[in-house]
């Protein structure tokens, strides 16, 4: 999409990620926007801004996915296509969940590649997709390993298969395609593991490991997504944030009880807090990047988009602020 071009179709448009997405694309004047979400438009009116134009669509359903597409995404000369839609709840599995994540990506990919105004299809990653092990560098660059571990819960191997589907279009589609790989955004209705895992007043870690994280705000996610709507080139792109900092600093800037207890217990235990208080925070998900590093190394991103993370979050604990992130890598490591 060249920067004089505008037109862009959002799905997954009524998260807190893509309500910022859209704002931000308008903000640059890159509409129309057409935003799709599942709730229906009185439950948005006022969550979107005016001149994003809604439609309540279930992706789930292929007729409706292509009446849209060719219906008024051709009539309004749309030529993007952000897929932000994705199920957020790791507690929830089954073939359900599959299709949403998985075969609505490829669906609306192939619809895309056959459209005659769509000429980018750009698609939501995360971190998480990287194999997180003892020899993972601290900084991950795109190439490094993906987790396709045939044992890792249902919420990650879904993340990883639709990653892998998008990358293994590239070159070969007709239209260009990006996949962008966001560190964690640490915020409400987000989906995010580690803000229900600080949910809780006391916050467990494996005894002897403090990982360093990355996370990454809404503000500097929505900005990525602008400059990745006029990326010259095809690939993935690491988004990282502009917070990076040990786990145990995390907990405490977010005005928890830091408890180090050994590995093996931290399973059982939040197996047993999830089924007690219905949280969503599953060990399994998470025992790997609690014990080793992995930040997202951002210098691609910042070369070929020109994207630098800005904009650190607002923790709760206003007397400890972490380290500010240095501009190439998406942050400093250290406390």
């Given at each position: 999409?060249?920067?004089?071009?505008?037109?862009?179709?959002?799905?997954?448009?009524?998260?807190?990620?893509?309500?910022?997405?859209?704002?931000?694309?308008?903000?640059?004047?890159?509409?129309?926007?057409?935003?799709?979400?599942?709730?229906?438009?009185?439950?948005?009116?006022g969550l979107l801004p005016e001149q994003a134009e809604y439609h309540q669509v279930d992706?789930?359903?292929?007729?409706?996915?292509?009446?849209?597409?060719?219906?008024?995404?051709?009539?309004?000369?749309?030529?993007?296509?952000?897929?932000?839609?994705?199920?957020?709840r790791a507690s929830d599995q089954g073939d359900h969940v599959h299709r949403l994540n998985?075969?609505?990506?490829?669906?609306?990919?192939?619809?895309?590649?056959?459209?005659?105004?769509?000429?980018?299809?750009?698609?939501?990653?995360?971190?998480?997709?990287?194999?997180?092990?003892?020899?993972?560098?601290?900084?991950?660059?795109?190439?490094?390993?993906?987790?396709?571990?045939?044992?890792?819960?249902?919420?990650?191997?879904?993340?990883?298969?639709?990653?892998?589907?998008?990358?293994?279009?590239?070159?070969?589609?007709?239209?260009?395609?990006?996949?962008?790989?966001?560190?964690?955004?640490?915020?409400?209705?987000?989906?995010?593991?580690?803000?229900?895992?600080?949910?809780?007043?006391?916050?467990?870690?494996?005894?002897?490991?403090?990982?360093?994280?990355?996370?990454?705000?809404?503000?500097?996610?929505?900005?990525?997504?602008?400059l990745a709507l006029d990326a010259p080139e095809q690939g993935v792109f690491n988004i990282?944030?502009?917070?990076?900092?040990?786990?145990?600093?995390?907990?405490?800037?977010?005005?928890?009880?830091?408890?180090?207890?050994?590995?093996?217990?931290?399973?059982?235990?939040?197996?047993?807090?999830?089924?007690?208080?219905?949280?969503?925070?599953?060990?399994?998900?998470?025992?790997?990047?609690?014990?080793?590093?992995?930040?997202?190394?951002?210098?691609?991103?910042?070369?070929?988009?020109?994207?630098?993370?800005?904009?650190?979050?607002?923790?709760?604990?206003?007397?400890?602020?972490?380290?500010?992130?240095?501009?190439?890598?998406?942050?400093?490591?250290?406390?």
């Amino acid at each position: 999409m060249s920067p004089g071009t505008r037109g862009v179709l959002v799905s997954g448009a009524t998260t807190p990620l893509g309500v910022a997405v859209v704002t931000a694309i308008l903000a640059a004047g890159k509409g129309p926007v057409i935003a799709v979400g599942l709730e229906a438009p009185a439950a948005v009116r006022g969550l979107l801004p005016e001149q994003a134009e809604y439609h309540q669509v279930d992706l789930l359903h292929a007729r409706q996915m292509r009446q849209l597409l060719f219906g008024r995404v051709r009539a309004a000369g749309i030529q993007a296509v952000v897929h932000l839609a994705m199920h957020r709840r790791a507690s929830d599995q089954g073939d359900h969940v599959h299709r949403l994540n998985v075969e609505t990506t490829r669906q609306l990919l192939r619809l895309a590649e056959h459209h005659p105004s769509v000429r980018r299809f750009l698609l939501c990653s995360t971190s998480a997709v990287y194999l997180a092990r003892h020899d993972t560098p601290d900084l991950v660059r795109e190439d490094w390993s993906l987790d396709l571990s045939p044992q890792a819960p249902q919420w990650l191997r879904d993340r990883v298969e639709a990653d892998i589907t998008v990358c293994a279009r590239m070159g070969l589609a007709p239209i260009h395609v990006n996949v962008l790989r966001l560190a964690e955004i640490l915020a409400a209705d987000m989906g995010s593991q580690l803000f229900d895992y600080l949910s809780s007043r006391v916050c467990l870690r494996p005894l002897g490991y403090d990982p360093i994280l990355n996370l990454l705000s809404l503000e500097d996610a929505a900005a990525a997504w602008v400059l990745a709507l006029d990326a010259p080139e095809q690939g993935v792109f690491n988004i990282p944030g502009a917070d990076t900092l040990p786990l145990s600093r995390a907990i405490r800037l977010w005005g928890r009880d830091d408890v180090p207890v050994p590995g093996p217990l931290l399973g059982p235990l939040y197996a047993l807090r999830r089924a007690v208080r219905r949280t969503d925070f599953q060990y399994a998900i998470n025992q790997r990047r609690f014990h080793f590093n992995g930040v997202l190394d951002g210098r691609r991103a910042a070369s070929v988009l020109g994207y630098r993370p800005l904009h650190a979050l607002t923790w709760p604990c206003p007397d400890c602020r972490p380290t500010a992130a240095s501009p190439g890598s998406g942050g400093h490591l250290g406390p």
